[in-house]
Antibody, heavy 122, light 109 residues
């Protein structure tokens, strides 16, 4: 069964770059059917899509974060990664990676990682 | 951008039926997906494409979608159903296409 696991620092200083990796196990990251995405959830708030990537490297980003976010993929390691620059306290959240069925209708997210908490603080 | 509105909370007694609404402009023309999120856990897909259930999700979870409202129905509610529930759609007219609802906290009395 496909599983996703996020990893990365739990504490990042303001103005620095947040870096997270999602490792895919139990299945292929190179499937033509799926996109791989990042979603975050600030404390006590709802879910917000950050961006998505296809195994070929095609990316889509939330316009409000686009200037600060880069998502990349390493198919040999079965990993995809998130980098977010110039972080502030507003970027404190639980970060999830997830698999979605394509990039277009229906585009639901059927497999999620357990999430990793990132706190931005000096 | 497209907005999905959910009631902040729904309370239901064990064994009764919980209905969670998700309002959006002409949402009936879109596929609606529902996620369950228990405290400290990741979201879990419980209904996709308005009314389909992923493998392993009990038949007690069902969905419908028409007009400006989609509904997730939980029949014979159990204590373990207490969670936050989020609806989600794909907004093809936006460059922020993954749209999540505001979330509903279901409390089992």
């Amino acid at each position: 069964q496909l599983q996703l696991q996020e990893s990365g620092p739990g504490l990042v200083k303001p103005s620095e770059t947040l870096s997270l990796t999602c490792t895919v196990s139990g299945g292929s990251i190179s499937s033509s059917t799926y996109y791989w995405g990042w979603i975050r959830q600030p404390p006590g708030k709802g879910l917000d899509w950050i961006g998505s990537i296809y195994y070929s490297g095609s990316t889509y980003y939330n316009p409000s974060l686009k200037s600060r976010v880069t998502i990349s993929v390493d198919t040999s390691k079965k990993q995809f990664s998130l980098k977010m620059s110039s972080v502030t306290a507003a970027d404190t959240a639980v970060y999830y990676c997830a698999r979605s069925l394509g990039f277009g209708e229906p585009a639901y997210m059927d497999v999620w990682g357990k999430g990793t908490t990132v706190t931005v603080s000096s | 951008s497209y907005v999905l509105t959910q009631p902040p909370s729904v309370s239901v007694a064990p064994g009764q039926t919980a209905r969670i609404t998700c309002g959006g402009n002409n949402i009936g023309s879109k596929g609606v997906h529902w996620y369950q999120q228990k405290p400290g856990q990741a979201p879990v897909l419980v209904v996709y494409d308005d009314s389909d259930r992923p493998s392993g999700i009990p038949e007690r979870f069902s969905g419908s979608n028409s007009g400006n409202t989609a509904t997730l129905t939980i029949s014979r509610v159990e204590a373990g159903d207490e969670a936050d529930y989020y609806c989600q759609v794909w907004d093809s007219s936006s460059d922020h296409p993954y749209v999540f609802g505001t979330g509903t906290k279901v409390t089992v009395l």
